[in-house]
């Protein structure tokens, strides 16, 4: 096990609706990521948080944010649902030492199981 | 030009077989390498790192080559619990894999029969 949870396991919301997803990062992890996984695609970057700071985003419009709190644990909301946001949702979890550090290994945690109806 | 390119297979193998992967990245600034192992309906688990010297983890090979800018898994003496989707993933950016993230392949699906 990583370490890394995720809340909540599932999800079902209709078109329009907002929805907050939630993700604790391993003890000692300073940096969390998120990704979109579709049905039968790899994890895409959606945006990566470090000391509370977005420091990074792929290519997702803004209705998708998050945010990182002091504890390191991180929350993607994705308002104005579309049927496309259907997906997994994965955090993972890194130690970072800086914004220009070398990388480190991100963990994943279980995801979240998104379907828009 | 897809960032990530792998065949999606399916390839299906016997118990015991040697079975190689391959993908293609397009970035020839990216900065590290990885595989990793995705089983139904979980999260993707990291399998190894790759390096260009090539590394080895037990009965699974990774190689990085990046004239050609293309990397390798080797998984032999296959098991049954090998079956799953492997990931190629490459970090374009190196810095804290913060500004571009990971970049996936949409993953090779492998299926080990008895």
């Known amino acids: 096990e990583t370490g890394v949870t995720q809340s909540p396991t599932h999800l079902i919301k209709t078109r329009g609706q907002q929805v907050t997803l939630r993700c604790s990062s391993q003890?000692?992890?300073?940096?969390v990521s998120w990704y979109q996984q579709a049905l039968g695609q790899g994890p895409q970057f959606i945006f990566q948080y470090y000391r509370e700071e977005e420091n990074g985003r792929g290519n997702f419009p803004p209705r998708f944010s998050g945010l990182q709190f002091p504890n390191y644990s991180s929350e993607l909301n994705v308002n104005a649902l579309e049927l496309d946001d259907s997906a997994l949702y994965l955090c993972?979890?890194?130690?970072?030492?800086?914004?220009?550090?070398?990388?480190?290994?991100?963990?994943f945690g279980p995801g979240t199981r998104l379907l828009v109806l | 030009r897809k960032e990530v390119e792998q065949d999606p297979g399916p390839f299906n193998v016997p118990e015991g077989a040697t079975v190689a992967f391959n993908c293609t990245y397009s970035?020839?600034?990216?900065?590290?390498f990885f595989w990793y192992r995705q089983d139904c309906r979980k999260e993707p688990k990291l399998l190894m790192s790759v390096y260009s010297s090539g590394n080895e983890d037990g009965r699974f090979t990774a190689q990085l080559n990046r004239a050609s800018q293309y990397i390798s898994l080797l998984i032999r003496d296959s098991k049954l619990s090998d079956s799953a989707t492997y990931l190629c993933?490459?970090?374009?950016?190196?810095?804290?894999?913060?500004?571009?993230?990971?970049?996936f392949g949409k993953g090779t699906h492998l299926i080990i029969q008895p």
């Open positions: 993933v490459v970090n374009p950016s190196g810095a804290g894999g913060g500004a571009d993230g990971l970049t």
């Open positions: 970035n020839s600034a990216s900065q590290s």
């Open positions: 003890s000692g992890h300073n940096t």
């Open positions: 993972a979890s890194s130690l970072v030492t800086g914004r220009l550090a070398p990388f480190e290994t991100q963990y």
